[in-house]
């Protein structure tokens, strides 16, 4: 189990104050990880459940719908924590409508957060990874990534997108001892999927298609996210893994 263990690296996860990032920085943190938080709203709960693991913890607050400055966000995980050997682009937003009344404030705000900003901290992240000799790079994708869906236009164009800039920055970065792969997620019982635990018509759809019977819990990533963290995924490059209870398998 050694290849697994990820005591002395440090890993930043967006999105990490709750859902999905959060349950991926604690798993980190639980296989030996310091953790970084990057977002905008205080990871409070996260950081003590890192603290108490006997992990370090810091929150690095940024808006990544606001234009950032990717290289500083960076900077400032290197400074406060000595260094980055993993970065997880977790944090996304998500907007309902119909294409045809889809806003265009809606399909920038998404697309902002969820691929522009995975590409560009990507890459402030990987100037700093090349020279110290590689990294991990972990994008959260979707099942979005695989189907088009239904009333989420932006939503699935930037999840379509993270499956693509994925392969490439894998393809680029791979020479340099980088490993650039994505996890996609199920449904999951989430902030952004609220609505649909909600609907009981669209509920009961989603249930009869899961082989597993259930809605995914966020620790259900877990184990996804230390395998490709760590030195066990070396030679996994450009991969979109589905962990999704048989939904695609359906």
């Known amino acids: ?25 604690e798993a980190l943190a639980a296989a030996g990880a310091d953790i970084a938080c990057i977002g905008r709203s205080d990871p409070a709960e996260t950081l003590t459940a890192v603290r ?30 000595g260094g980055l050997h ?7 937003i998500i907007r309902r409508n119909n294409a045809i009344d889809f806003t265009e404030a809606d399909w ?7 691929l522009k900003a995975v590409f560009f901290l990507s890459q402030a992240a990987a100037r700093h990874m090349i020279p110290a000799g590689g990294g991990k790079i972990i994008n959260i994708a979707s099942m979005m990534s695989f189907q088009g869906g239904i009333r989420v236009p932006s939503y699935t ?3 379509s997108g ?19 792969n994505a996890i996609a997620p199920g449904y999951f019982a989430t902030n952004n999927t609220a609505a649909l635990q909600a ?9 009869g298609r899961i082989p597993a019977g259930r809605w ?35």
């Open 1 to 25: 189990m050694q290849s697994f263990d990820l005591s002395g690296r440090v890993a930043a996860v967006t999105g990490a104050n709750t859902g999905l990032g959060r349950a991926i920085a």
């Open 52 to 81: 108490s693991l006997g992990r370090r913890g810091h929150w690095v607050n940024a808006d990544l719908g606001a234009k950032p400055d990717y290289t500083a966000i960076i900077g400032d995980v290197v400074k406060s924590l």
């Open 86 to 92: 993993v970065l997880v682009n977790n944090a996304g």
């Open 108 to 114: 920038d705000a998404v697309l902002d957060v969820n």
């Open 157 to 159: 164009a930037s999840k």
């Open 162 to 180: 993270i499956a693509g800039l994925t392969r490439l920055l894998a393809n680029e970065w791979a020479v340099s001892g980088i490993n650039v």
């Open 199 to 207: 609907d009981v018509k669209r509920n009961a759809e989603i249930l």
């Open 216 to 250: 995914g819990d966020p620790k259900d990533l877990g184990g996804a996210a230390v395998f490709l963290a760590s030195s066990a995924a070396n030679y996994v490059q450009g991969i979109i893994l589905p962990v999704d209870g048989g939904w695609l398998a359906r």
